[in-house]
């Protein structure tokens, strides 16, 4: 089964760019049977879903987050990355990254652990 | 963001049956999305608990159950332990919004 891990800086400036990468064992982001997520939850519990990318390089994004937020794909390392920029003190979350199966495409099968952002000066 | 709406809390003793509602609209479970429902553990990611609204993965007792009105949702816990004492989310699709939603989470606390 695939399994995912996060890592990145745990403390962010305020006004900088947020940047996490999930490493993914036990499957390929190169295979067309996933869809590879990112979601954050913020201190009080909240889920909030970021985006999505796809091994074909297309993505789709939450509109809330606008022109803040891009996920990318590194086939040779085989891992997927967040960029969120202009953060504020309201972007301090756990983030996970998570697998949509292509064939269920509605739900979220595998989550990492999930990694803490601080946004703070 | 949460446009589903859950209780914040529910609770009950051991071996008894708890639900947990989740309100939608007519954007996300009314326009036929389906719920979907995960179990978060003290400390731990979100997992999968029920998904297109009373499909359990492989693993999951039977205990657990789902079921899909109109615009709501519930879960059922039956024969409830001490083990499922957790936070529990829902979650769908929002065509309005163009974005999958969750609920605002549940806490079940096991008396």
């Known amino acids: 089964q695939v399994q995912l891990q996060e890592s990145g800086p745990g403390l962010v400036k305020p006004s900088e760019t947020l940047s996490l990468t999930c490493n993914v064992s036990g499957g390929s982001v190169s295979s067309g049977d996933f869809y590879w997520h990112w979601i954050r939850q913020t201190p009080g519990g909240g889920l909030e879903w970021i985006g999505y990318?796809?091994?074909?390089?297309?993505?789709n994004y939450n509109p809330s987050f606008k022109s803040r937020v891009s996920i990318s794909m590194d086939t040779s390392e085989n891992q997927f990355s967040l960029r969120l920029a202009a953060v504020t003190a309201a972007d301090t979350a756990v983030y996970y990254c998570?697998?949509?199966?292509?064939?269920?495409?509605?739900?979220?099968?595998?989550w990492g652990r999930g990694a803490l952002v601080t946004v703070s000066s | 963001q949460s446009v589903l709406t859950q209780p914040p809390s529910v609770s009950g003793a051991p071996g008894q049956r708890v639900t947990i509602s989740c309100t939608g609209s007519n954007s996300n479970f009314g326009a036929d999305y389906d719920v979907h429902w995960y179990q978060q553990l003290p400390g731990t990611a979100p997992k999968l608990l029920i998904h297109?609204?009373?499909n359990r993965p492989s693993g999951v007792p039977d205990r657990f159950s789902g079921s899909k009105s109109g615009t709501s949702a519930s879960l059922a816990i039956s024969g409830l332990q001490a083990e499922d004492e957790a936070d529990y989310y829902c979650?769908?699709?929002?065509?309005?919004?163009?974005?999958?939603?969750f609920g605002t989470g549940t806490k079940v606390t096991v008396l």
């Open positions: 990318v796809y091994y074909s390089g297309n993505s």
């Open positions: 297109a609204n009373n």
């Open positions: 998570a697998t949509v199966l292509v064939a269920n495409f509605w739900f979220f099968d595998v």
């Open positions: 979650q769908s699709y929002d065509r309005r919004l163009s974005a999958y939603v």
